[in-house]
């Protein structure tokens, strides 16, 4: 299983390849990009298969002291400090690659942190173009978006 994260904050979108830990824990890895939320479908398809291939298993997992380190690179593209600044503001989608297929799944925000919205996910086969994985995971973030404001009642 290869996995990455698109994040999109303001009128930024963030790809981060994921790797798991020897503990099982899945990470966040290089490549992390910053994009323009006006990229293109392909450029933004490009950059998600890109994450995915360097996703990986078996990485050392990081010890106490160093964990919140792991998530430092995603901060400085963002030019925010810590976790919960950049969260406050982030929508997240889950891009999990198993075989022939790619998932794209929509998280829906809690107090702390992001839970999948298996629902609303999204599939396609691994072989689509990158055009149409860059199409299916702009609308997999408008669906978030979506759940965020129905987790929080606004807009009612």
Do not use: C, N
């Amino acid at each position: 299983m290869k996995r990455a994260e698109l994040y999109q904050r303001d009128d930024a979108l963030y790809v981060v390849a994921q790797a798991m830990t020897t503990a099982g824990l899945w990470i966040h890895a290089d490549p992390r990009v910053r994009l323009a939320a006006a990229v293109s479908d392909v450029e933004l398809g490009k950059a998600l298969r890109d994450a995915l291939a360097r996703s990986m298993e078996g990485v050392p997992h990081p010890d106490r002291d160093s964990f919140g380190l792991v998530s430092a690179p995603l901060l400085a593209l963002a030019a925010v400090k810590t976790w919960s600044t950049f969260e406050k503001r982030a929508v997240l989608v889950s891009v999990i690659q198993r075989d022939a297929a790619i998932r794209l799944v929509p998280q829906r925000k809690v107090d702390r942190g992001f839970v999948s919205d298996e629902a609303a996910g999204r599939e396609l086969g691994a072989g689509e173009p990158d055009e149409a994985l860059g199409a299916h995971a702009k609308r997999a973030l408008e669906d978030a978006r979506g759940s965020q404001v129905k987790a929080t009642g606004a807009g009612s």
